[in-house]
């Protein structure tokens, strides 16, 4: 059987998002939560290995390419796979709290200013009913949009390339924020991760996930 997927080291220290997320959390989300997503999808393309040739990516962004049985674990495990993968790697502790260069003249094009932005953001990430996420995505087309996603449901399944986001699972943020889901929002855009942010804009995904 070809080597099944792994689990990506997280790119910084589990402390190194304090005070915004807390060093329990990260830990608990990287190595439990998303552990236990990654073995769900193993076992689930176990059931035809030849897809192990594929990345994550790739099966999550065409589940209808693979076979029946497993499109839905490949959407909501292979998604969860990916989704947190991105959401780490869209995050930095050593962020400088607003993007630059083509990224940011096209945020302001969009939304008017990087304040109103950050307004829009948070109110869709507030009134995501339940589990998701929050993104901003960019159109085939170039245009950005803020999209919520339901489950593990994953924007790059949509045709859309995904800048950032923001993981609104209580399991984000329960252990530091409680019921407070607009804080743990706040505290967010201190450590988006822009530079990854406009390398996405710019340069698509390309291998660069999982």
Not at 156 to 185: G, V
Not at 192 to 198: G, L
Request: proline share 6%.
């Amino acid at each position: 059987m070809p080597n099944q997927f792994q689990l990506v080291p997280l790119p910084y220290a589990y402390n190194a998002l304090e005070p915004f997320i807390d060093e329990e959390t990260v830990h608990i989300h990287h190595d439990k939560h998303q552990q236990a997503y990654l073995d769900k999808f193993n076992a689930a393309i176990g059931r035809h290995p030849e897809l192990f040739t594929q990345t994550v990516t790739q099966l999550v962004t065409n589940p209808a390419a693979v076979p029946l049985d497993i499109r839905q674990d490949v959407t909501n495990q292979g998604g969860g796979v990916f989704n947190h993968t991105f959401f780490w790697k869209s995050l930095s502790p050593t962020s400088r709290k607003q993007p630059q260069g083509k990224l940011a003249d096209a945020i302001t094009k969009t939304f008017t200013s990087f304040e109103e932005f950050k307004t829009q953001f948070k109110q869709h990430a507030i009134s995501n009913f339940g589990s998701g996420w929050t993104w901003l995505v960019k159109h085939p087309n170039g245009d950005l949009q803020i999209i919520n996603t339901a489950n593990q449901d994953s924007p790059i399944s949509m045709n859309f390339c995904p800048l950032i986001t923001i993981d609104l699972w209580e399991h984000a943020y329960y252990l530091k924020y409680q019921n407070k889901r607009p804080d743990f929002i706040d505290a967010y855009f201190n450590i988006i991760n822009w530079e990854q942010a406009e390398e996405f804009y710019e340069n698509g995904l390309g291998n660069s996930i999982c």
